[in-house]
């Protein structure tokens, strides 16, 4: 199967800062990858379309101002989290669908902001 | 609004017997429906997937069941394996190629040796 990666796969900042995660399809190029967030003991809750080439697709309810995306290439999509705050202290997972038509998912990264 | 609802947080089975995860859903919008498996600090790798023209789809051990009238689907797993331990999410899209996952809250299913 296809292999996304992420990176870092933890990352703790203070309050105020902010942080980037990247996600990168290894093995296939990806003109759409997704971004996810898990708080514990919940479900995968999907935040934002990436999109290479052009602006990403954010879902309701999640701030595109907090949550910058950057589709830089075909196999690189960033996560910025912006002025981040404890209560975005959570794993945040990327998935790109490859050419075999599944979607394979990142193996995560988790962020604890103090 | 919780759209895709696995109630059972957890279940323990024997090796060897048949392990079955149950999961619910709401919008009747949906039409393609899949199991994710995932382990500790890993993301969900994909098990298997239906789409709302069928019932039933087989692969290996893993068989998933659509009632589409009842708005609810299973994975069963048959014979369950320790290997199988994990948390199991199914995910509910309008369209297999949107790509754009519902996910369930995810049962932890632990395989007893």
């Known amino acids: 199967g296809a292999v996304v990666s992420q990176h870092p796969s933890w990352v703790i900042c203070k309050s105020g800062t902010s942080v980037k995660i990247e996600c990168r399809s290894l093995?296939?190029?990806?003109?759409?990858m997704f971004w996810y967030r898990q708080f514990p003991k919940q479900s995968l809750m999907l935040m934002a379309t990436?999109?290479?080439?052009?602006?990403?697709?954010?879902e309701q309810g999640v701030e595109k101002d907090k949550f910058l995306i950057n589709h830089a290439s075909l196999t690189l999509s960033t996560l910025t989290v912006t002025s981040a705050h404890p209560e975005d202290s959570s794993f945040y997972i990327c998935?790109?669908?490859?050419?075999?038509?599944?979607?394979?998912f990142g193996p995560g990264t988790r962020l604890t902001v103090t | 609004d919780q759209q895709v609802k696995q109630n059972s947080p957890s279940l323990s089975v024997q090796e060897g017997r048949i392990s079955i995860l149950n999961c619910d859903y709401t919008?009747?919008?949906?039409?393609?429906f899949l199991w994710y498996k995932k382990y500790p600090a890993e993301g969900p790798t994909f098990l298997i997937s239906?789409?709302?023209?069928?019932d039933k789809n087989e692969d290996g051990r893993f068989t998933v069941f659509l009632n589409k009238s009842a708005k609810h689907l299973s994975l069963h797993i048959v014979p369950s394996q320790p290997g199988d331990s994990a948390v199991y999410f199914c995910?509910?899209?309008?369209?297999?190629?949107?790509?754009?996952?519902?996910f369930g809250t995810g049962t932890r299913l632990k395989v007893l040796a």
């Open positions: 998935s790109a669908p490859a050419p075999d038509y599944e979607q394979y």
């Open positions: 093995d296939f190029q990806a003109t759409t």
């Open positions: 990436s999109n290479e080439g052009s602006k990403a697709t954010y």
């Open positions: 919008n009747s919008m949906f039409d393609y």
């Open positions: 239906i789409s709302s023209i069928k």
């Open positions: 995910a509910a899209s309008r369209g297999s190629g949107t790509y754009k996952y519902i």
